[in-house]
């Protein structure tokens, strides 16, 4: 009898301790998830500082805003599309207010509820040939829109930290020498003096004021951006889809290019880093021919189907006018500076990166 007695209180006493575990279990269930939603609601209100971007709706402000809101940050977006200004924005922290750079208007609100500045706006170098009146506009469209922001900051009281503002690579002129080329331009390479090279110093030089105002300044010179929502890549692309690889001139010059994720990611990190401050060249650790990748691009397409054709530099010359100048200009660009500030590519490689492209499509 006594043998079947021990059993039973041995199933007995391991049946309560499964249910004292299985309390327990729930129990620290509840607290991790009550723990996990009160880290979370810590996190964004940690980071629930609002961000106002200039030149929000272009193909690096949709990214950088886009990645800003996933972090729990507040965005508004200047803009001179009235019609942006009312529809219902797409996420509850986003909202859009107006500017007017020709005339020099802008929402003074707007810029006293902001915490820090992203200044991107600017008309596109690419996207029309160089008439006398098209320079005019790419100048005007930097250099005005900075000034209205200076004027803005220094005529109303505000709590703005700093201003991320951007620049381009084409400050720096062609590659000079095999050793410059070997170390690619650095910051402290003085300006070009070539329309680019004057745009760009005159860029950076409008919004320069700000650090008398005891805002911290970062300026970033800007590469090639490949994304597949704009800008170079799909226009590299297209072509590659018919098996067609178009060299432009020698496809020797190299470019100075960098992910959009792994630009977006240094606003980003400019903003929460506050030990970063002047100038940088926002470029990857790998420039590249013209030849390399465009045939990278091609491989990741197309496999080993595809040929090359050469586009003459005088044809693109007839084509693209001044702008050509760009197309056919070497430029090799040091990263160095931002990667000894602890930043970190994730697309380092062009190999990683046009992977990266066209596998998410």
């Not at 030149?55 to 690096?60: D, N, V």
């Not at 700093?162 to 381009?168: D, G, P, R, T």
């Not at 300026?219 to 800008?231: H, M, Q, W, Y």
Request: aromatic share 8%; charged share 20%; hydrophobic share 40%.
């Amino acid at each position: 009898m006594r043998i079947m007695i021990i059993p039973a209180a041995v199933i007995l006493i391991g049946c309560r301790c499964v249910a004292i575990t299985l309390s327990f279990c729930n129990s620290v269930r509840h607290f991790s998830k009550r723990l996990a939603i009160t880290v979370t609601c810590i996190f964004f209100s940690m980071n629930s500082k609002t961000i106002l971007i200039t030149g929000g709706t272009g193909l690096i402000g949709r990214v950088i805003t886009r990645q800003l809101l996933e972090r729990g940050y507040k965005i508004i977006i200047l803009t001179r599309n009235h019609s942006a200004l009312k529809q219902a924005a797409i996420h509850v922290n986003l909202t859009y207010a107006g500017w007017d750079i020709k005339n020099q208007r802008i929402d003074k609100d707007a810029v006293l509820r902001a915490d820090h500045i992203i200044h991107l706006a600017g008309a596109g170098v690419a996207d029309k040939r160089w008439s006398k009146k098209r320079k005019q506009e790419i100048v005007d469209s930097r250099v005005k829109s900075s000034s209205l922001l200076v004027k803005t900051l220094k005529e109303n009281e505000n709590k703005v930290k700093s201003v991320i503002s951007a620049s381009a690579i084409g400050w720096y002129g062609p590659d000079i020498s095999s050793l410059q080329k070997e170390k690619g331009f650095s910051e402290t390479d003085p300006p070009s003096a070539d329309f680019l090279g004057s745009t760009s110093k005159r860029w950076e030089e409008s919004v320069e004021p700000v650090t008398h105002l005891g805002k911290r300044l970062v300026k970033f010179r800007t590469g090639i951006v490949l994304s597949n929502e704009g800008g170079a890549f799909p226009a590299f692309s297209r072509p590659v889809r018919f098996g067609i690889v178009p060299l432009l001139g020698s496809g020797r010059q190299i470019i100075s290019w960098i992910h959009i994720d792994d630009l977006a990611a240094m606003y980003i990190n400019a903003i929460e880093n506050e030990k970063i401050s002047g100038t940088y060249n926002a470029v990857s650790p790998r420039p590249v021919s013209n030849k390399e990748l465009m045939t990278t691009i091609a491989r990741q397409m197309k496999g080993k189907f595809y040929f090359t054709i050469p586009v003459p530099s005088f044809a693109l010359k007839l084509l693209m006018g001044e702008m050509s100048i760009e197309v056919l200009k070497s430029a090799t660009v040091s990263c160095e500076k931002i990667r000894s500030e602890g930043f970190v590519f994730r697309y380092p490689s062009i190999a990683e990166a046009i992977k990266n492209l066209c596998t998410s499509r």
